[in-house]
Nanobody, 121 residues
Framework: QLQLVESGGGLVQPGGSLRLSCAAS????????IGWFRQAPGKEREGVSC????????HYADSVKGRFTISRDNAKNTVYLQMNSLKPDDTGVYYC??????????????WGQGTQVTVSS
């Protein structure tokens, strides 16, 4: 019954922006730290960002720091990832997940289905 659903992926040019959304159902998002992870073909899944249950604390991978911003609206049961200044190496499938802990994908209990992000000129 617990479910996370991502949306907002697509094709963008280098330097462009996208905003990903993660909507939760079957549970109250307020109690969970929610993270974003990504995976390119042939590569391991890596942590991108994590936000605690209240939104007071956030973490980012060094590769996206200063370009990506994670936020949440618990009233809407939704977490967002604003991605700016996108680069080709940001390309991959982006997954929403709970609960994040230090950007470690092995700590995840629940995964969304993923949304494709492609950055290409």
């Amino acid at each position: 019954q617990l479910q996370l659903v991502e949306s907002g992926g697509g094709l963008v040019q280098p330097g462009g922006s996208l905003r990903l959304s993660c909507a939760a159902s079957g549970f109250t998002l307020d109690y969970y730290a929610i993270g974003w992870f990504r995976q390119a073909p042939g590569k391991e899944r890596e942590g991108v960002s994590c936000i605690d249950s209240s939104g007071a604390s956030t973490h980012y991978a060094d590769s996206v720091k200063g370009r990506f911003t994670i936020s949440r609206d618990n009233a809407k049961n939704t977490v967002y990832l604003q991605m700016n200044s996108l680069k080709p190496d940001d390309t991959g499938v982006y997954y929403c997940a709970a609960e994040c802990n230090g950007l470690d994908p092995n700590a995840i209990d629940y995964w969304g289905q993923g949304t494709q992000v492609t950055v290409s000129s």
